[in-house]
T-cell receptor
Framework: TQLLEQSPQFLSIQEGENLTVYCNSSSVFSSLQWYRQEPGEGPVLLVTVVTGGEVKKLKRLTFQFGDARKDSSLHITAAQPGDTGLYLCAVPTYSGYSTLTFGKGTMLLVSP | GAVVSQHPSRVICKSGTSVKIECRSLDFQATTMFWYRQFPKQSLMLMATSNEGSKATYEQGVEKDKFLINHASLTLSTLTVTSAHPEDSSFYIC?????????????FGDGTRLSIL
C-alpha cells in the first residue's frame, strides 16, 4: 500500500491554464514537502508545510496542507512551459528523522 | 547555497563491472546523505541512509553487499554498484541534509544515469 497517493499521475495542459494536483494519505504527518524534478535532474525543494490548514505561496504556486495534516494540494495559476516537470510530495518516514518517503508524483506537461 | 554535486552524470558499462558514484556537498557539511534509485516514470525509492563515519542503514530489500556505501567525510559519500548487471540500470540520486530532523530539507544531486549492457 502506497503511503502517499498523488493524483493525477499525468497532466497535459496548455500554457495559461490553471491546475491542481493532490497528495493524499490516511496517515497524519508532522510536515510535508513538495519537490519538482525535471528530466535527468534531481528534485528541487519547493516548499515545506508544517501546520494544519497552512497555505504557502511561491509566485504562481499555492500550496495547502490539509487541516488534519493528512493531505496537501498544489495549485498552479496560469501555467508556463517552465512549470513542466514531475511534482513529488514527500513526508518524514519516521517522526523526527530526516528520512523521506515520496509519492509517485504527478508528471505535468505544459505546452506553449 | 546547499549545492550537492554528483559524479558521474552518466555511466555506460558492461555487465560485471563495478561502478562508483560520488556525492559531494560543495558548500556545507552534510550530517546525513541519502541514496535513492528511480526507475523510469516512477518515484524515488530510498536505498540507504549514511552518516559520516558510521555504517550505512539499508532499506529492506536492498543488498548491502551489492550496493556499497562509504561516507568518509562530511562532504563526500560514495555508492559502489558491485558486479553490475542490466537489472541494476537505473537513475541513482543522492541527497544531503545539514541538520537532522523531520522538517529539514534534503538537497539533491542531479543524479547518475547508469546503463549496464
Amino acid at each position: 500500500t502506497q503511503l502517499l497517493e498523488q493524483s493525477p499521475q499525468f497532466l497535459s495542459i496548455q500554457e495559461g491554464e490553471n491546475l491542481t494536483v493532490y497528495c493524499n494519505s490516511s496517515s497524519v504527518f508532522s510536515s510535508l514537502q513538495w519537490y519538482r524534478q525535471e528530466p535527468g535532474e534531481g528534485p528541487v525543494l519547493l516548499v515545506t508545510v508544517v501546520t494544519g490548514g497552512e497555505v504557502k505561496k511561491l509566485k504562481r504556486l499555492t500550496f495547502q496542507f490539509g487541516d488534519a495534516r493528512k493531505d496537501s494540494s498544489l495549485h498552479i495559476t496560469a501555467a508556463q512551459p517552465g512549470d513542466t516537470g514531475l511534482y513529488l510530495c514527500a513526508v518524514p518516514t519516521y517522526s523526527g528523522y530526516s528520512t523521506l518517503t515520496f509519492g509517485k508524483g504527478t508528471m505535468l506537461l505544459v505546452s506553449p | 547555497g546547499a549545492v550537492v554535486s554528483q559524479h558521474p552524470s552518466r555511466v555506460i558499462c558492461k555487465s560485471g563491472t563495478s561502478v562508483k558514484i560520488e556525492c559531494r556537498s560543495l558548500d556545507f557539511q552534510a550530517t546525513t546523505m541519502f541514496w535513492y534509485r528511480q526507475f523510469p516514470k516512477q518515484s524515488l525509492m530510498l536505498m540507504a541512509t549514511s552518516n559520516e563515519g558510521s555504517k550505512a542503514t539499508y532499506e529492506q530489500g536492498v543488498e548491502k553487499d551489492k550496493f556499497l556505501i562509504n561516507h568518509a567525510s562530511l562532504t563526500l559519500s560514495t555508492l559502489t554498484v558491485t558486479s553490475a548487471h542490466p537489472e541494476d540500470s537505473s537513475f541513482y540520486i543522492c541527497s544531503a541534509t545539514t541538520v537532522a530532523g523531520s522538517n529539514q530539507p534534503q538537497h539533491f544531486g542531479d543524479g547518475t544515469r547508469l546503463s549496464i549492457l
